[in-house]
């Protein structure tokens, strides 16, 4: 049995699904065939040429992340990945895997990405302590039963796959630490059932488009951004501040464009009030500094008076040495002779 890239199953090879539904295309998306019925091609040697090949280490228990994506191999086999015990990151999107399997010895996984593969059953994750990111998109999973998820994960996506009622994923809302949930594009036909759901999940991404009953609920957006307070991202854009203040309105049965202009009011005043503080912090900062730099002037100023000083004296009493030392080693001076004769002349 093979699977082609670009075309939905048929009813023989799946039984029970439509030729034209929505299903899972080959992981590799550029028309290659995976056989699934053939041996795995995963082998030690090969794994660790796939190290090598991404920046890894040839030495297992370096490698934190395995990057085994478009590898083309069905299975895990069994005991390959103990050597990789120090992993944290596994890559396997694109390939044809059918099982989740003998990946139990990584048990500081904390992100598992398993896209595009051929996965039925959701298993062996369970026991992942430290696992917080899970990506099961693009699979053939139609129940996310009870325990089958880690109570420690943040970020599930499970888009496009089978899931045709809310009553089919009762393990989701096990994870308590759940923020990010991404079921877009499955089967569920529940309309207004589903949006009292995911308060309890404190969620704050939740991407529920594309499934058929969420077409059908009058005011979809505005009900679930009443239900989850937590919300900050639905499907395709973010749920700001103004689009919550009138969902909540609506949902009060008061107007919805006049509690979006009080919002609008009350964030343009806090900005008015934020940037008036800036503004004064702005001001005392500049006036900070004018005073800081007139006393560094008059600091400066004092400090070359003071050494102008220094120097003159420092001046003044190297020239009274000089003249000190001039007078104790000049000559003496030559006492005038004048004949006694002469002087009684001048008497």
């Not at 190290?51 to 069994?78: M, T, W």
């Not at 630490?177 to 207004?192: A, K, M, P, R, V």
Request: proline content about 5%; overall charge negative.
């Amino acid at each position: 049995m093979s699977l082609s890239a670009g075309a939905g199953y048929d009813s023989d090879v799946i039984p029970g699904v439509p030729i034209d539904a929505e299903i899972w295309q080959d992981p590799s998306l550029l028309g290659r065939t995976v056989d699934i019925t053939r041996p795995s091609g995963l082998t030690p040697e090969a794994l660790v040429e796939r190290c090598v090949k991404n920046d890894g280490y040839a030495v297992p228990e370096l490698n934190e992340q395995l990057l085994l994506h478009h590898a083309g191999f069905s299975r895990i086999p069994e005991g390959i990945l103990e050597p990789y015990y120090n992993c944290r990151t596994l890559y396997l999107q694109a390939n044809g895997v059918q099982e989740i399997e003998n990946i139990e010895s990584l048990t500081l996984l904390t992100s598992l990405y398993l896209m595009e593969n051929s996965i039925q059953i959701i298993k062996n994750v369970a026991c992942f302590s430290e696992l917080l990111v899970l990506n099961l998109s693009n699979n053939q999973i139609t129940h996310v039963p009870s325990g089958c998820l880690p109570s420690r994960l943040q970020q599930f996506t499970i888009s496009k796959n089978f899931i045709a009622t809310i009553k089919d994923i009762p393990g989701i809302f096990e994870c308590e630490h759940l923020n990010t949930l991404n079921i877009s594009y499955n089967n569920i036909e529940e309309t207004d059932e589903i949006i009292d759901l995911w308060e309890p999940l404190k969620l704050q991404c939740l991407i529920l488009n594309h499934n058929p009953g969420i077409q059908k609920v009058k005011h979809y957006r505005k009900k679930i951004i009443n239900a989850i307070p937590t919300l900050r991202f639905l499907d395709d854009r973010p749920v700001n501040d103004l689009e919550r203040a009138g969902a909540e309105a609506w949902s009060r049965g008061e107007d919805e464009q006049a509690a979006k202009k009080v919002m609008w009011d009350k964030a343009e005043e806090q900005k008015r009030l934020s940037f008036e503080r800036f503004r004064r912090i702005q001001e005392a900062a500049a006036k900070a500094g004018m005073e800081r730099w007139e006393a560094e002037r008059i600091e400066r100023e004092q400090k070359e008076k003071e050494e102008a000083e220094r120097q003159e004296i420092e001046r003044i009493k190297k020239e009274e040495e000089e003249r000190e030392l001039a007078l104790k080693f000049a000559p003496p001076k030559p006492k005038l002779h004048v004949p006694t004769s002469e002087l009684d002349e001048m008497d």
